[in-house]
Nanobody, 118 residues
Framework: QVQLVESGGGLVQAGGSLRLSCAAS????????MGWVRQAPGKEREFVAR????????YYADSVKGRFTISRDNAKNTVYLQMNSLKPEDTAVYYC???????????WGQGTQVTVSS
C-alpha cells in the first residue's frame, strides 16, 4: 500500500501561482510513477502531469505544458506540482496519484481544492 497526502491548494487570482505537495509513505517508490490528476465540477477526471520516480522523466498534459512543473524530493518522498500562470479553467480538485505504470491509477490521495478567480 502507498499512502498519499496532498497539501497546498487554495484560492488564487488568474495569473498567480500555487505549489501542491504530495507526501508518500508505505512503500519504496523506486518503481513507481507519481503524478497529478484533476477533476473540475461536472467534468471527468483529467490527467495533469506525472513523473517516474526512478530517473525523474516527466510528462504533461498539453493544457498545462509550459505552466506547470512536476518534481520530486527523494529524501522527503514528496512530489510537487508548481503551477504558474494559473487560469480560471485550472479550477478543480487536484488528486495525487501513484502506480506501477504510467496510468498512475493504483493509489490516490484525498484531493486538494484549487480555485482560480478571474
Amino acid at each position: 500500500q502507498v499512502q498519499l497526502v496532498e497539501s497546498g491548494g487554495g484560492l488564487v487570482q488568474a495569473g498567480g501561482s500555487l505549489r501542491l505537495s504530495c507526501a508518500a509513505s508505505g512503500r519504496t517508490l523506486r518503481n513507481y510513477y507519481m503524478g497529478w490528476v484533476r477533476q473540475a465540477p461536472g467534468k471527468e477526471r483529467e490527467f495533469v502531469a506525472r513523473i517516474r520516480w526512478s530517473g525523474g522523466s516527466t510528462y504533461y498534459a498539453d493544457s498545462v505544458k509550459g505552466r506547470f512543473t512536476i518534481s520530486r524530493d527523494n529524501a522527503k518522498n514528496t512530489v510537487y506540482l508548481q503551477m504558474n500562470s494559473l487560469k480560471p479553467e485550472d479550477t478543480a480538485v487536484y488528486y495525487c496519484a501513484a502506480g506501477l505504470s504510467a496510468t498512475i491509477s493504483s493509489y490516490w490521495g484525498q484531493g486538494t481544492q484549487v480555485t482560480v478567480s478571474s
